[in-house]
């Protein structure tokens, strides 16, 4: 990591108001690196984040798709009279070059505004998810007049199911980092599951199931709420793209729903929480209903399970390739994290026949 220096001069590059005096980590993200930066009156007034460029590849597509989203937004907001809209959408502030983004040499870095008052959750109650589902609802109605090609593809294939599955194949034949062994039971657990688990890309392919511009990423803690658990804003944009409805849906009950953690070594501890996955969903069903199609709205909990499995798929390969891909906190992190997303996958599929019974009252 950079010095507190090396952090200074970075900031600098940056159109700031105030005067940085420090950049301190912050959250708890598997890709890039977020730094909180504090100013000369001692409040935090910016984000500074290092952007994965081995992962987002394209970085001047990825802060364009950035800055169309939230310009659009905002534009959203002022024309429904929405008060207090910097608290309500991320403010990227412009390199002093002009550009969206400063390249060190080495790293590309990017600076937004810091919401102040705001504060993200990786556990929520029924209360914050049913407000959760609101938000992405609403996130996706807000951007659904975009137009077709407005956004690059930032991963392209990113949650493309089929695609997945090759990768994982790939690595399974390569086996570079010898652990498939080690691994065999949840290969053939994951082998079992892949045809039921490609079905959007076939009904996308029959034309019965359409693309919409979708976050991608609706972990809990993508979300940011205020000082009375109302939603102020949904952050970590770097994945808004075309794709499909049930990845948002999927993977809030992927985190939301699990009484667990994500990377639990407590299998013991993962489980679906009912009551969230209602919140959420009756939420959601509020500001998204008007646009889903019959299909998509019973589909919904496959949504989970769907998302839920490509994490464990994900989490598998990364593991069988000799972690080239999420950060890891100690060696068998990954295998650790898919441990816990196949139990969650599992309870999910106990729990399917209560979750599809619960979508009857929209159909
Ligand atoms: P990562 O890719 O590391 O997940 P995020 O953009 O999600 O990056 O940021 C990590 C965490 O930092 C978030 O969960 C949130 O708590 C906090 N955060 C990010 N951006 C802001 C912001 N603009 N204002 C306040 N907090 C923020
Ligand atoms: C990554 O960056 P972060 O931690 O919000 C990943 C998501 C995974 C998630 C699993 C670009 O998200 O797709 O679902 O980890 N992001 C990317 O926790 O791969
Ligand atoms: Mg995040």
């Not at 009279?81 to 870095?109: H, M, N, Q």
């Not at 493309?160 to 652990?179: I, K, S, W």
């Not at 598998?316 to 950060?327: E, H, P, R």
């Given at each position: 990591m950079?010095?507190k220096?090396?952090?200074?001069?970075?900031?600098?590059?940056?159109?700031?108001s105030?005067?940085?005096?420090?950049?301190?980590?912050?959250?708890?993200?598997?890709?890039?690196?977020?730094?909180?930066?504090?100013?000369?009156?001692?409040?935090?007034?910016y984000?500074?984040?290092?952007?994965?460029?081995?992962?987002f590849?394209?970085?001047?597509?990825?802060?364009?798709?950035?800055?169309?989203?939230?310009?659009?937004?905002?534009?959203?907001?002022?024309?429904?009279?929405?008060?207090?809209?910097?608290?309500?959408?991320?403010?990227?502030?412009?390199?002093?070059?002009?550009?969206?983004?400063?390249?060190?040499?080495?790293?590309?870095?990017?600076v937004?505004?810091?919401?102040?008052?705001?504060?993200?959750?990786?556990?929520?109650?029924?209360?914050?998810?049913?407000?959760?589902?609101?938000?992405?609802?609403?996130?996706?109605?807000?951007?659904?007049?975009?137009?077709?090609?407005?956004?690059?593809?930032?991963?392209?294939?990113?949650?493309?199911?089929e695609?997945r599955?090759?990768?994982?194949?790939?690595?399974?034949?390569a086996?570079?980092?010898?652990?498939?062994?080690?691994?065999?039971?949840?290969?053939?657990?994951?082998?079992?599951?892949?045809?039921?688990?490609?079905?959007?890309?076939?009904?996308?392919?029959?034309?019965?199931?359409?693309?919409?511009?979708?976050?991608c990423?609706?972990?809990?803690?993508?979300?940011?709420?205020?000082?009375?658990?109302?939603?102020?804003?949904?952050?970590d944009?770097?994945?808004?793209?075309?794709?499909?409805?049930?990845?948002?849906?999927?993977?809030?009950?992927?985190?939301?729903?699990?009484?667990?953690?994500?990377?639990?070594?407590?299998?013991?501890?993962?489980?679906?929480n009912?009551?969230?996955?209602?919140?959420?969903?009756?939420?959601?069903?509020?500001?998204?209903?008007?646009?889903?199609?019959?299909?998509?709205?019973?589909?919904l909990?496959?949504g989970?399970r769907?998302l839920?499995?490509m994490?464990?798929?994900?989490?598998?390969?990364?593991?069988?390739?000799?972690?080239?891909?999420y950060?890891?906190?100690h060696?068998?992190?990954?295998?650790?994290r898919?441990?816990?997303?196949?139990?969650?996958?599992?309870?999910?599929?106990?729990?399917?026949?209560?979750m599809?019974?619960?979508?009857?009252?929209?159909?």
């Amino acid at each position: 990591m950079k010095t507190k220096e090396q952090l200074l001069e970075i900031l600098n590059q940056f159109t700031l108001s105030e005067k940085p005096v420090s950049a301190e980590p912050f959250g708890n993200g598997h890709i890039n690196d977020t730094l909180k930066v504090t100013v000369e009156t001692g409040e935090i007034k910016y984000i500074l984040q290092r952007i994965n460029h081995q992962i987002f590849t394209h970085v001047d597509m990825l802060q364009n798709n950035i800055h169309t989203v939230t310009t659009h937004i905002r534009k959203k907001l002022e024309e429904k009279g929405a008060e207090d809209i910097d608290r309500k959408v991320l403010t990227f502030l412009p390199a002093k070059d002009g550009k969206r983004y400063y390249f060190d040499g080495e790293s590309y870095w990017r600076v937004c505004l810091f919401i102040p008052r705001s504060k993200s959750y990786e556990e929520v109650n029924p209360e914050y998810s049913y407000e959760a589902g609101k938000a992405f609802g609403n996130f996706q109605s807000m951007l659904a007049d975009l137009p077709e090609g407005a956004l690059g593809e930032t991963i392209p294939n990113f949650h493309n199911m089929e695609f997945r599955l090759q990768q994982f194949h790939d690595a399974v034949q390569a086996n570079p980092a010898g652990r498939l062994e080690e691994v065999k039971e949840l290969v053939e657990e994951v082998e079992q599951r892949a045809e039921q688990m490609c079905i959007q890309e076939r009904m996308y392919r029959e034309g019965k199931l359409r693309k919409r511009t979708n976050h991608c990423d609706t972990k809990v803690n993508n979300i940011l709420f205020d000082e009375n658990g109302k939603v102020l804003c949904v952050i970590d944009l770097d994945t808004v793209m075309p794709g499909f409805v049930l990845s948002d849906i999927g993977d809030f009950i992927r985190t939301g729903a699990n009484t667990g953690a994500e990377d639990d070594a407590n299998l013991d501890r993962i489980g679906v929480n009912m009551e969230i996955f209602q919140a959420y969903t009756k939420g959601y069903m509020e500001t998204a209903k008007s646009f889903l199609t019959p299909t998509e709205i019973q589909m919904l909990p496959y949504g989970g399970r769907l998302l839920t499995y490509m994490q464990t798929v994900r989490f598998l390969t990364d593991y069988i390739n000799g972690d080239t891909y999420y950060k890891i906190h100690h060696p068998s992190h990954n295998l650790q994290r898919t441990k816990a997303q196949f139990k969650l996958l599992q309870s999910l599929e106990e729990k399917a026949p209560e979750m599809d019974a619960f979508m009857g009252q929209w159909l």
